[in-house]
Structure formats: structure tokens, C-alpha cells
């Protein structure tokens, strides 16, 4: 183990308890050896943190859990096998510049799902990460016979990493419920920020055109959705770490400009304004609660609701008003989502080609090398996953000149569609727009449940066929408007295992969502 220490805070990193929590969990595939703190004074002084691993850092390899950045120039050998070489990234992402400079102790990188892609993390090259939950009605039997359950996915290693107790905090993304998905099987707190508050995007070229000080940030999956988020066992910690690293980043083009953010944020702080949310008993009566009828369709499981409900009837004896409103795009969502997501993912990832990206792989025997083909074919095949490959065909099939009109044009009139279905709901103006009209008469946050059911078995049918895809059926809407969203534990469903739900705001409010997290909690 080591420790920091200082005048008034000690932090104690116990390198021994977080590997032997890792040998249940497979939560962090890298562990830092030292503390990199560059602040012992900082808000974060007090946190240990993970990170998942498409986010890039100097002191550990970064993974994106794919075998493509294995033996990349720039790679290093890697701790657990010194036949293995993984990349690791010459600079820090923005977020994690700022996680240093606040004082936090990381603490090592989190598995995911393979360049993010997945619910359930179970596609990735470090195996599956299993739930540390225990569920009351297993508490006496022994944790190698309990059931063994998804932590959810993709930022399935960070959540699990939280719930175990291995770190106060942990950065993930969420591209389409990454972050909520997790938090809400593992019984914690994700935070989905606004899109474009918390700096991400990097692309490898850069690094190699030594542009290195003008952008930092996170490995690309689905640019127009990729989402940093903060997993942690309670709001107040989410918030803090939030809080330290949202903030305007130059570097990162899609960054929200400071007066964009400076008018979000006004519009929320009025509203708080009127609510007493930090005494014993808060006051919500100016809170107006929308409840979306879409978001509790047929394959939601019952006992979910009744969890629902009882946040529900708490806000209300609070004297929040609850209104049901309607989203009629929300059907398509996540149809829409996995077009523009593969698509865009399909040319992000063409960089891993084994020329100038990702792990070169040796030619069959009597293949033409003369044929750069074939080493581009070779390479890509063997080094990503399955459900990469699926993608990269899908999305690549969505922008062929044939299906473009029918597959990724329509996918973004139906992204349209569920923004205006967003912003006509809600009475504070949406900032990004130059005329934002908003509804006078609508409501300030939306909650609904975070996801259709509780973790899935990890040995279940659920974990394959179409049944990943499904759950992001809560999740994705969010992500297509670029809303923030925070997932907070509400209480267990009848098997005993943690449900989750979900308070989406208008684009800029992310303080207000975790304000009433923080009453639900
Ligand atoms: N489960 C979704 C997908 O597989 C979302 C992933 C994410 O948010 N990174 O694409």
C-alpha cells in the first residue's frame, strides 16, 4: 500500500484490499503505483478514483479494453504480463489534467466494453466485470457461490470499481447510457453531463503531429454522443468530481463556449433559487416533475415500477408536482441510436488500419504482402472483437451511398425529432438555441426508471442476441438531445438487486438533476 498524507486530510491507498477486491470484480485492469497528486490541498485531496480505460493517461497503458492498441509505438510492457505491450498515450486527457490538478488519488484504469461498445461489459479483452452487489437474500453464502451478474457496460470496470469499494470515484463515458446503465445495475450514482461540458476527443493522429497541447482527451467511439461521466457511491461525490472538471477546455472543439454555459447556468440557478433543496425536509413545491408515459413500455419489469413509484409519492409528499407528459418520438430512439452510433463509429475506428494505427498482424502464410488489403483486412480482424466488427459492417452498410437516405438521414431526422420532443417539454430554455421557445407551462425535469430491469445473470441468455441492445432503451434519448442525466439507487426490485432512476434536465442543468439526485438519495 502507499499513502499521502498532509496537514489536514490522509489518504490511504490500499494497493493490497483493491487487488484482492479485483480478483472478484475484474474491475481495473492497470493499478498505479504511485499517487501523481499534484495538489494535496484540492477538492479531490480526499478521493481515490478510477478511470475507464478509452481515457487516456500518461502513468498507465490505455487499453479501450481492444486488442488493436497492443505493441503500438509508445507502448510499454504491461504490468501483468511482460509479453504484452500495450499503448499508452504520451499526455492526459482533459479530465484527467483536472482530476490532478483538484488532488485526487487515481487509482488505477477500469475494464469496459471494447472502445465503449456494449451494455453489460462483456465484450472486452480483459473478461467480463462481475457485480460486487450482494443482495440481501445472499448475504450469508460465500462469494464464490453467489450468482455472478453483470456490472452493466460499458463503463462497467468503474461502476463496479464504486460499488466495491475499491475508489471513492471513477470517470466512464457514456455514449448511450454507458455511465446510468452501470451505475444503476451496481446500486450507485452516474452522472451523464450535458454534451459538450466535460472536454473529450482526442484522435490519435494528433498525437503523432505533435499537436499534442491542442487537444486531450478520450478515444472516440461516437463523436456527436461521447459524454465523459462520474460514477460514485453518492451524489455529493459525483457532484464534487463533476465539479472539478467541467469546465470550457479550448482544446476540445465541440466544447460548449463559456457563454453558452454561462446562460444554461443562469437559467437553473433561478430555478433553484426557488426550491429549498439542502434543509432535512426540502421544499419542491416549485418543482414541476414530468413523468414520460414512453418510458414505461411493456418489457418493463413490474417490480421496477413499484420502486419508481415510491420516489415518485416521496418527491410528491415534498410538494413537488408530478405531471405526466408525452415524448412520442422515444420509440425510435434506439433505432436512431445505433445507426448514427455505428456509423460514426465505423469511420473513427478506420484509423486502426496497422500502418499508422493499432497492432500490425502477421499475414497468412502465401498472402500477397504486396497488397495493402490484405494487411488492412488482417490486421482489423484480428485485432478487434466481434461485436467492433459488427459494428464497423453495420455502420459502414449506413453510409453507403444506398442506404444513406433510408438508414443514416433518417436516424438524424428522428435525433431531431426527440430534441424538439425534449425541448417542448421543458419550461427553461434550451441555451444552445438563438430561439429556444421554450414551454412556459412545462416541466422542469423529467424521471423515469434508468433501465427495464436489474443486472442480468452473467451465464444468462440476456447477455447475448438482442437483449444487450435493448438496454439502452432508457438511456439512448438522453444521449441523442445531449441532455444531462443522473442515475441514483431507488431501492431494490423483487430479486433483490438495485434499481435505478433516472432525472434528465434541459441541456445546462446539470446542477439542478443532481440537486433533486441528491433529495431522492
Ligand atoms: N450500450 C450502448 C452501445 O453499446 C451504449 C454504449 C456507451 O454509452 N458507450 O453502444
Known amino acids: 500500500s502507499f499513502s499521502t498524507s498532509h496537514s489536514r486530510r490522509s489518504v490511504i491507498i490500499h494497493a493490497g484490499h483493491v487487488q484482492s477486491l479485483n480478483e472478484s470484480t475484474n474491475a481495473l485492469v ?3 503505483t504511485e499517487t501523481h497528486n499534484l495538489n494535496f490541498h484540492g477538492p479531490l485531496s480526499n478521493l481515490t478514483v478510477a478511470i475507464k480505460d478509452n481515457i487516456c493517461t500518461m502513468h498507465l497503458p490505455t487499453t479501450c479494453s481492444s486488442g488493436m492498441l497492443r505493441g503500438m509505438s509508445n507502448s510499454v510492457p504491461r504490468s501483468r504480463s511482460n509479453s504484452i505491450t500495450e499503448f499508452t498515450s504520451p499526455f492526459d486527457a482533459t479530465a484527467v489534467e483536472f482530476l490532478k490538478a483538484g488532488g485526487a488519488n487515481i487509482i488505477g484504469k477500469a475494464n469496459c466494453d471494447e472502445f465503449g461498445m456494449g451494455s453489460l461489459n462483456v465484450n472486452s479483452i480483459h473478461g467480463p466485470v462481475v457485480n460486487p452487489y ?3 437474500n445472499e448475504k450469508s453464502v460465500p462469494w464464490a457461490e453467489r450468482e455472478r451478474r453483470s456490472a452493466g457496460g460499458s463503463s462497467g470496470g468503474s461502476a463496479a470499481a464504486v460499488a466495491a469499494g475499491m475508489c471513492d470515484a471513477a470517470l466512464g463515458t457514456d455514449t448511450g447510457g454507458s455511465v446510468r446503465l452501470p451505475a444503476s445495475y451496481c446500486g450507485i450514482t452516474g452522472l451523464k453531463p450535458s454534451y459538450g461540458l466535460i472536454s473529450r476527443s482526442v484522435t490519435f493522429q494528433l498525437i503523432f503531429q505533435k499537436l499534442m497541447d491542442s487537444r486531450w482527451g478520450v478515444v472516440s467511439f461516437a463523436d456527436s454522443l461521447d459524454c465523459v461521466g462520474v460514477l460514485g457511491k453518492s451524489v ?3 457532484k464534487t468530481v463533476f465539479d472539478s472538471i467541467s469546465s470550457y477546455d479550448p482544446k476540445d472543439p465541440t466544447a460548449a463556449a463559456p ?3 454561462d446562460r444554461a447556468k443562469a437559467s437553473a440557478e433561478s430555478l433553484l433559487s426557488t426550491l429549498d433543496v439542502n434543509s432535512s425536509s426540502p421544499d419542491l413545491s416549485s418543482l414541476r416533475i414530468g413523468i414520460p408515459q414512453e418510458y414505461f413500455p411493456f418489457e418493463l419489469n ?5 420502486a419508481v413509484r415510491k420516489v415518485l409519492e416521496r418527491l410528491s409528499s ?5 405531471i405526466p407528459v408525452s415524448l412520442p418520438s422515444t ?5 436512431a441510436y445505433y445507426v448514427i452510433a455505428t456509423a460514426e463509429a465505423s469511420s ?4 486502426y488500419d496497422g500502418v499508422q494505427y493499432g497492432t500490425r498482424s502477421p499475414l497468412l502464410p502465401g498472402a500477397d504482402k504486396s497488397k495493402p488489403d490484405n494487411v488492412y483486412a488482417h490486421t482489423r480482424s484480428a485485432g478487434f472483437g466481434a461485436e467492433v466488427r459488427k459494428r464497423i459492417l453495420l455502420g459502414t452498410y449506413a453510409l453507403t451511398a444506398d442506404a444513406f437516405d433510408n438508414y443514416f438521414l433518417q436516424a438524424q431526422r428522428v435525433r431531431q425529432r426527440i430534441k424538439t420532443d425534449f425541448n417542448s417539454n421543458f419550461r427553461i430554455p434550451n441555451a444552445q438555441l438563438s430561439d429556444p421557445s421554450p414551454n412556459p407551462d412545462g416541466v422542469d425535469i423529467l424521471l423515469h426508471p434508468s433501465a427495464i430491469r436489474t443486472a442480468p445473470r452473467l451465464d444468462s441468455d440476456a447477455i447475448s442476441g438482442l437483449g444487450p441492445y435493448l438496454q439502452d432503451v432508457m438511456t439512448a434519448p438522453a444521449s441523442l438531445a445531449g441532455l444531462p442525466a443522473v442515475s441514483v439507487p431507488a431501492g431494490l426490485a423483487a430479486d433483490g438487486w438495485p434499481v435505478g432512476v433516472s432525472i434528465v434536465g434541459q441541456w445546462g442543468s446539470d446542477e439542478l438533476v443532481l440537486c433533486i439526485g441528491n433529495v431522492i438519495e
Open 134 to 136: 450482494q443482495s440481501p
Open 30 to 32: 492497470s493499478f498505479s
Open 259 to 261: 457563454r453558452t454555459r
Open 302 to 306: 413490474t417490480t421496477i415500477v413499484t
Open 348 to 351: 473513427n475506428l478506420a484509423r
Open 318 to 322: 415534498l410538494g413537488a408536482q408530478l
Open 331 to 335: 420509440p425510435y430512439a434506439l433505432s
Open 236 to 238: 455529493d461525490t459525483v
